[in-house]
């Protein structure tokens, strides 16, 4: 398995979306975080899976878990997990600049 690592950025991300839906749902929100993390596991296990996303930056691929994407990059025997963006919402390089 690589190992899994996430930006600042990517954990930014996470905390975001566990907030907003805990003002609705603590049980939807903690089963969607649960299944984000589940689905960045399953991305770690497996960095080919996903889609290709040239448009993101170099090396960056995609996969939907629920409504989101978790967007990541391989680097040796690290799989960085660089954002998680609703699947509705227009990305493009810029929200991939500077990321740590």
Known sequence: ???PR??????DDLRD???Y??????????????DLIHGCRFAATHPGTGRDRHDCGFNIR???????LVYFRKEKSTVWF?????????????DFLNLD
């Open 1 to 3: 398995m690589k190992r």
């Open 6 to 11: 996430y930006t600042r950025s990517a954990r």
């Open 17 to 19: 979306i566990l907030e």
């Open 21 to 34: 839906y805990s003002e609705y749902s603590e049980r939807y929100a903690v089963k969607l975080l649960d």
């Open 62 to 68: 995609s996969r939907p878990v629920n409504d989101y």
């Open 82 to 94: 660089q954002r998680v963006i609703h699947g509705a919402r227009d990305v493009s390089v810029s």
